[in-house]
């Protein structure tokens, strides 16, 4: 007997904690709240963004993510070195020396041993009128003297455009009256007798200004993968001859304690990036680290490739630069509050209420609890009418709703949730912000 009751006691027990746990629960409802949380860069003013990478994978995936916002494009490889050419020449620009064709045959006319220490090995913008052209190289000068203007590759195209008698201004490198070491440059000039034929090398078209592309993200991923192995003790069940499980009279498993060894291949990804505006301006950078790993027993050659353990260390910093440079959405579960009323008509509205949040009709229950709120003045039925209005109708529309609640009750549960919903709505309009062009 004293079995039975101590037996018809625990059920008891459990029956009421069961109908403690469902009021708790009830009281406790939960919605997702979903934000927008602005880009860590500021990416205003850029829409064409040119990628250098080491890694095709990590290129792709954040290219597919940055033209999914339809803010921006990926620039093409072409695109790409004209803009490393015009950021070489501008570099070049802020130590060049200024000068034209006439200036300089003069100075080696008359002095080549002083015009090399003006100008042999310096950068150099100098103009003049084409007098011959070559695929590779452009002449400017008159008669037996002339500047010989060797080009980079990728500015052959505007070589070809030209007519003789074009005045141009070029950038390059002064090799004075030495011939450049000019490999895979194409042919060289003839050398005219009794003339002084300077030498230009590495040179470019004078572009004062550039449009193309906005801005260069460098992306350096740093893969690296080691193998351990340690000897662990594992319970087993006993295996019979025909290959099932050993059990006791009792149909209890039999296990018995096995050495065994443990394989664990460690993968570790660092990807460094670097986000430069078309100037050089530096936007922003940052290197981030993912790991994965993959264990396995006795059989070291089941454990996964390297590139299959390595692709998912990526996923970590891979995202991670992808938020930093478009808004990212967030979604956050909020808590409903329990109502302290003791009036039947509340109760019986709060859990009207309370069964569209389970059904997840989110509009319809901040409807219920708003009307429930203007009669009664409940203040849990107006803090879950702001909750729920943002979850069904966005957070600017709840704001209003939680700033009145917060004014008429003074409770400070209205004001610490009307602070976040602020920092929520400011987030969604400074990413809204960010992806306007």
């Not at 620009?93 to 064709?101: G, K």
């Not at 993912?290 to 990526?314: F, M, V």
Request: with cysteine; net charge neutral; charged share 30%.
């Amino acid at each position: 007997m004293k079995l039975t009751k101590r037996k018809s006691r625990r059920s008891a027990f459990a029956a009421m904690l069961a109908v403690g746990l469902a009021v708790l629960s009830a009281g406790c409802q939960s919605v997702p709240i979903s934000y927008t949380e602005p880009a860590r860069l500021d990416m205003r003013r850029i829409s064409k963004i040119g990628i250098i990478s080491n890694d095709s994978e990590a290129a792709a995936q954040i290219s597919t993510e940055l033209v999914n916002t339809s803010a921006y494009t990926i620039a093409t490889r072409d695109e790409v070195n004209e803009l490393l050419l015009w950021q070489r020449q501008q570099r070049l620009l802020r130590d060049a020396i200024e000068t034209n064709a006439e200036d300089i045959i003069k100075s080696y006319s008359e002095n080549e041993m002083r015009a090399n220490t003006s100008y042999q090995k310096k950068p150099l913008k100098i103009s003049g009128i084409v007098t011959e052209i070559k695929q590779h190289a452009v002449r400017l000068g008159v008669g037996n003297d002339s500047v010989d203007v060797y080009i980079e590759k990728s500015e052959i195209g505007k070589a070809a455009a030209l007519a003789k008698g074009t005045s141009v201004i070029m950038v390059g490198i002064c090799y004075g009256l030495d011939v450049p070491d000019l490999r895979d440059m194409g042919e060289l000039f003839s050398i005219l007798g009794g003339g002084k034929h300077v030498n230009i090398a590495n040179a470019m078209f004078y572009a004062p200004e550039y449009e193309g592309v906005d801005a260069l993200l460098t992306l350096e991923t740093t893969p690296r993968t080691n193998i351990e192995s340690r000897d662990v003790e594992k319970k087993k069940p006993v295996l019979k001859p025909d290959g099932s499980v050993l059990k006791d009279d009792e149909g209890k498993i039999i296990y018995r304690s096995v050495k065994i060894t443990e394989f664990r291949k460690i993968a570790s990804v660092t990807i460094a990036y670097e986000l430069v505006r078309f100037d050089e301006l530096l936007i922003g950078r940052d290197e981030v680290t993912g790991h994965a790993q993959s264990t396995y027993e006795e059989n070291r050659s089941k454990l996964p490739s390297d590139d299959s353990l390595i692709s998912s260390a990526k996923k970590r910093p891979i995202k991670k630069i992808i938020s930093d440079m478009i808004p990212t959405e967030r979604t956050l579960s909020v808590k409903l509050i329990k109502s302290n009323s003791k009036d039947k008509e509340v109760k019986n509205a709060m859990n009207e209420a309370k069964k569209l949040v389970s059904e997840k009709d989110y509009a319809g229950a901040a409807e219920a609890y708003g009307n429930l709120y203007a009669k009664t003045k409940d203040f849990a039925a107006g803090y879950n009418q702001a909750v729920l209005t943002e979850a069904a109708q966005g957070t600017d529309k709840a704001v209003v709703l939680m700033e009145a609640l917060a004014a008429s009750s003074g409770d400070p549960q209205a004001q610490s949730m009307l602070a976040e919903m602020q920092r929520r709505n400011a987030a969604n309009q400074q990413s809204a912000e960010q992806l306007k062009k």
